[in-house]
């Protein structure tokens, strides 16, 4: 995601170069790591970058 605060699949699609499931699968497996988490639903539907762990422990 780099800097961008969300991606949706059909960006995941671009820059991976992912079908539709290819996308919808890593962005599953990346929900269940809990390394993103989606909002929205339908069309609308985005995925957000959690915080990392430790990080906001080492911030105070």
């Given at each position: 995601?780099?800097e961008?605060?969300?991606i949706?699949?059909?960006?995941?699609?671009?820059?991976?170069?992912f079908?539709?499931q290819q996308?919808?699968s890593?962005?599953d497996?990346m929900r269940?790591?809990?390394?993103?988490?989606?909002?929205g639903a339908g069309?609308?539907?985005k995925?957000v970058?959690?915080?990392?762990?430790?990080?906001?422990?080492k911030?105070?």
């Amino acid at each position: 995601m780099g800097e961008k605060a969300s991606i949706t699949n059909e960006q995941t699609r671009e820059l991976c170069g992912f079908t539709k499931q290819q996308a919808r699968s890593t962005l599953d497996k990346m929900r269940k790591e809990k390394l993103i988490a989606l909002t929205g639903a339908g069309r609308a539907s985005k995925y957000v970058r959690m915080r990392e762990k430790g990080l906001s422990e080492k911030k105070q």
